[in-house]
């Protein structure tokens, strides 16, 4: 079926008008943390509940994507930008139900001038909980494939390039690459057809931002891949998510069989001579092939393992045809830069990061969840502001950000803006999201060896470096934390850290030493405190007890 | 010939060391520098099979560059500035082969390849007197069902080269790694006995590939299995031919 | 006893005594060497105390009981240079060997089910075994690595040599592992 942009309106016309028929709209957040919690449940209780008060012309229940502070759930949204319940269980349905057209239920709701919801700006996560991720209509109601629609009729690939370059967007996955650059260079290559990849296998541990988005708007990131694609030239392109996604592989099957009916994907998109299909791909679960060229390897069958670039995929990807990766998150954020222009996307950040990250906050926070803020925020901002601070009157110790690459942040620094280079010059990166706070409660060589013990077992094994050096490094930390290692271990951990960081021949290897260089570098006490004194001032490890010989 | 290669294939001149040397541009800076006569340590990499840059023993400083680049990969560039030899990377370099050391099981004095093992040379040539990490001590296994042949796991470097030749030049992809990280370790078929493989040809190849003594002739005694490279050239100049 | 000679020790822990054998392969030019050193402890003369100070010490073989560990230590602190004679001194070698098992599964294994008469793990003179077999320098601070297998008299005879120099000397043209 061909679109037309009147039909698209069209389109998103009913569908708006279809929801304004009803005087209610209660959401339910249908994301894989809600559901774990029984949302599926909530949402049947609240659909019997209207069937049984013959309500079903004024209240639309509606399964949604992620609302962002998932510990909470199962979440509850009565009227978008209304109240939001937390915590809901069946038997709470009747007070829900009660409550539409008088006061809201006190005790389920969220305070809602909470800095949770105040100091986020959400671009990435603009339909996040207010859209249902399984209907095409409601994405298109708000605004969805405008911009694919407005990219394939009125731009030339160049112009769209020039967007994206304009917008300032760098890469979320990791390495925070110029994503206009990187287009740009796949536009440039030759070969006999270009491919387009979106990298969904989000392995770090805790990471849940592109799951999110996945769950909760696969549309989007169809539509950034299509945009890409157009863009670079290419006519086909492979979603790689990890297995463990069961809820986001079936979404995006979905999404992507209702985008070829609407002729957003497949032959002749919108009318157009443009044609790009898309496919799924399942990886395994192993961290390593989260790197770019591990990816292309198991997508083509082969074993996932990383080679040496260059040639890096711009020029020698996928069956050794040029080709685009990029993050979920990174083609989230192409249909709203197209929709509202590079500029505008650019006043948003700081000076070399723009936009918005979105950050799955964790560990010793009152609020966890999925937050979405704009690049520049400062660390306290997020941890004490939207994250609420430290729980139980402890004391802040230390963040962790960019997961098993990344490193940890102490107090002196919270102040600082996060953006890619602040983050970088402290020791630490952007990474994909990750954030964990720690209190005193954490011994920073136990969290070193907890990321240590993660790239150990990730390793791929294929070079010498990061197959043996991670394990030399594991079985040091590993002994100080039980009170056996001598000072000249510390000195032959950082030698290790040294060698490995440079020899290795993927970014698994050369960022496996960073969050013990980070601990090292804030919290070398600690370290000689294991090893000294054979305490653990944190009271984490324990120590050995029987003398073992050394 | 594509404009690409066209151009690759062109002159370039650059200077490895200080000195000036001159290249074709599809050459990697291994193969100009044993051109040259500069002596640049490898282990994974063979004339003749695809490289896979895994064991960085090769790794080279290239002005203006920050990353250590690995020779056997990595293509020339007009006025490309390496140098293969610093404090820096012989320290590196070291400590690969002792991470090799400590991995497996190497006692070179009871090992069939005792004094014919391109470990125990580079060892001896980088000044590698002693491992100053613990020691693995990884219980591994001997597969000696093969009729003519054994894999000991203990000697092994993984360096691939038996799985690249039997894929690459033999044709019969016998070999592979299985498991990953520290537990990687190759496999005959589907992880079967060797001396059941259905797909080895017996031709030998990988024995006479392998650098060490993880793939020997059985019947051997200590110190005697000499590997045969005899056929080496052969292989490159056919790859070059067919292109 | 006090002469200006260069008090050199040897000892024996565990390894094949191939060492010392090669040490003595040295032949005349032991005679020659008499000249400068003075052997104040070894297996090879009959003196039962490490003595207070020893200028250089070389060590053949792995350190592997408790026993071991002890007398490396001592000999540590007695010993101005400490010398890694030998690869079971370096990679703890042969001795090595059972390190991959445990160490009762290799005790029951020698005592009992390849025993024919009086199946019993010894508790007594015997010494206890470390579970594993360590190089020397794992243990204690090493100075000079003499790898080989062992390391040929020419290589003890120039190691010596240059360390009566006061030099370390340089030996990677001269031994390797397992050579
Ligand atoms: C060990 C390792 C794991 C990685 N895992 C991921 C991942 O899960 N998701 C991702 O988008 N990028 C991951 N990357 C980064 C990718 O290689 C690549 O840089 C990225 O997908 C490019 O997209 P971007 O430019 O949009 O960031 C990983 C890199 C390494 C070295
Ligand atoms: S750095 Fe680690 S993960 Fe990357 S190629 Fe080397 S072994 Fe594999
Ligand atoms: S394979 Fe080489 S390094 Fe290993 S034991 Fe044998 S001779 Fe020594
Ligand atoms: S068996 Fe030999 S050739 Fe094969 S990976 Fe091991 S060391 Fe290399
Ligand atoms: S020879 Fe280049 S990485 Fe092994």
């Known amino acids: ?550 | 010939m594509t404009p690409t290669t066209a151009q690759q294939a062109r002159v370039k001149t650059l200077k490895i060391n200080g000195r000036d040397v001159s290249a074709s541009g599809d050459q990697t800076i291994l193969e100009v520098a044993r051109e040259n006569g500069i002596e640049i340590p490898t282990l994974c990499h063979l004339s003749g099979l695809t490289p896979v840059g895994a064991c960085r023993l090769c790794l080279v400083e290239v002005k203006g560059v920050n990353k250590l680049l690995p020779a056997c990969v990595t293509r020339v560039h007009e006025n490309m500035e390496v140098f293969t030899d610093s404090e820096r990377l012989r320290k590196y370099r070291r400590m690969v082969l002792e991470f090799l050391f400590t991995e497996r099981n190497h006692i070179c004095a009871v090992c069939v390849s005792n004094g014919h093992c391109e470990l125990q040379s580079l060892a001896q040539q980088q000044g590698m007197t002693h491992v100053r990490v613990p020691y693995l001590y990884q219980k591994l296994h001997v597969d000696a069902s093969h009729p003519r042949f054994k894999v000991d796991h203990n000697r092994c470097v993984l360096c691939t080269r038996c799985v690249r030749v039997c894929d690459e030049i033999e044709g019969a992809h016998t070999w592979d790694v299985f498991h990953r990280g520290i537990k990687a370790r190759v496999i005959t078929d589907l992880n079967q006995p060797w001396g059941t493989s259905e797909t080895c040809t017996g031709c030998g190849k990988c024995v006479h590939v392998c650098p060490t003594g993880a793939l020997t002739e059985k019947g051997v005694s200590v110190a005697e299995m000499a590997k045969r490279r005899q056929f080496l050239p052969y292989l490159t100049m056919m790859r070059e031919e067919r292109g | 006893m006090s002469s200006n000679k260069v008090k050199v020790a040897t000892v024996w822990l565990d390894g094949c005594s191939g060492c010392h054998m090669s040490f003595l392969d040295m032949d005349e030019r032991l005679v020659e060497l008499a000249d400068k050193i003075e052997l104040v402890y070894s297996p090879l003369v009959d003196m039962k105390e490490f003595p207070e100070m020893v200028d250089v010490t070389l060590v053949e073989g792995a350190v592997a009981s408790v026993e071991d560990l002890h007398k490396i230590r001592k000999i540590r602190e007695h010993t101005k240079i400490l010398v890694s004679l030998g690869d079971c001194a370096v990679t703890s070698n042969v001795p090595s060997m059972r390190n991959p098992f445990k160490l009762e599964d290799v005790l029951s294994r020698a005592y009992l089910e390849n025993a024919d008469l009086n199946q019993q793990i010894p508790q007594e003179v015997i010494p206890k075994l470390l579970p594993h077999a360590r190089p020397v320098h794992e243990l204690v601070k090493v100075d000079v690595f003499i790898p080989g297998c062992p390391p040929s008299a020419d290589t003890i005879y120039f190691a010596i040599s240059e360390l009566l120099e006061g030099r370390i000397p340089e030996l990677s043209d001269k031994t390797r592992f397992g050579a």
């Open chain 1, 1 to 550: 079926m061909t679109m037309h942009p009147e039909d698209l309106d069209q389109l998103a016309q009913a569908r708006r008008e279809e929801e304004a028929q009803y005087r209610h709209r209660i959401c339910v957040c249908m994301a894989a943390g809600c559901l774990s919690s029984g949302a599926d449940k909530v949402k049947a209780a609240l659909e019997a509940g209207v069937k049984e008060r013959s309500l079903e012309k004024d209240v639309l229940v509606k399964g949604v994507g992620c609302m962002g502070p998932c510990a909470a759930g199962p979440l509850v949204a009565v009227d978008i930008d209304g109240v939001i319940y937390h915590d809901v269980t069946p038997d709470d349905v009747p007070a829900i139900l009660d409550s539409l057209e008088g006061k809201p239920v006190k005790r389920l709701e969220m305070p809602k001038d909470s800095p949770l919801f105040q100091r986020q700006v959400r671009i990435v996560l603009e339909n996040s909980g207010k859209i249902d991720p399984e209907s095409l209509e409601d994405y298109v109601a708000a605004n969805g494939y405008a911009a694919l629609f407005k990219v394939v009729t009125e731009m030339s690939p160049g112009e769209v390039i020039e967007e994206v370059t304009k917008s300032g967007l760098r890469g979320r996955g990791g390495a925070g690459y110029p994503t206009g650059l990187k287009w740009s260079t796949v536009a440039k290559a030759r070969g006999p057809r270009k491919f387009v990849i979106c990298n969904a296998d989000e392995g770090d541990p805790g990471a849940f931002m592109d799951r999110s988005v996945l769950e909760s708007d696969p549309h989007r990131v169809l539509e950034g891949m299509a945009i890409a694609a157009y863009a670079v030239g290419a006519d086909m392109g492979y979603l790689y998510v990890r297995a463990e996604y069961p809820l986001a592989v079936k979404r995006l099957k979905q999404a992507i069989k209702q985008a070829e009916r609407q002729g957003f994907l497949g032959n002749n998109i919108c009318g157009s001579t443009f044609s790009f299909h898309v496919d799924i791909r399942l990886g395994a679960g192993a961290f390593v092939c989260g790197e770019e060229t591990a990816l292309i390897a198991s997508i083509e069958g082969n074993r996932g393992q990383p080679r040496p670039r260059p040639p890096y995929p711009a020029e020698v990807g996928l069956w050794g045809c040029p080709t685009l990766i990029n993050n979920v998150e990174t083609f989230a954020n192409i249909a709203p830069i197209i929709r509202n222009g590079g500029e505008w996307f650019a006043s948003i950040g700081t000076e070399k990061s723009k936009g918005t990250k979105v950050f799955a906050l964790a560990g010793r926070v009152v609020n966890t969840g999925l937050i979405e803020v704009p690049m520049g925020i400062t660390l306290r901002e997020i941890i004490f502001g939207i994250g609420g601070g430290i729980p139980d009157g402890k004391r802040f110790k230390a963040v962790q950000t960019g997961g098993p690459s990344g490193g940890c942040i102490p107090e002196q620094f919270l102040d600082m803006p996060v953006d890619y280079e602040s983050l970088a010059s402290v020791g630490s990166i952007m990474g994909s999201g990750g954030m964990i706070v720690m209190d005193e409660t954490s011994c920073m060589v136990d969290v070193a060896k907890f990321f240590m013990e993660f790239c150990m077992t990730e390793s791929c094994g294929k070079c010498v470096p990061c197959r043996v050096g991670t394990v030399h490094m594991y079985n040091l930390l590993d002994r100080m934390t039980k009170g056996l290692a001598r000072m000249e271990d510390l000195d032959l951990l950082e030698e290790l850290c040294d060698m490995v960081r440079h020899t290795s021949l993927c970014g698994l290897g050369q960022t496996a030493p960073n969050p013990v260089i980070s601990t090292l570098r804030y919290f070398r006490d600690e370290y000689e405190a294991h090893i000294k004194d054979k305490i653990c001032p944190a009271g984490v490890c324990q120590m050995a007890t029987a003398e073992v010989y050394a």
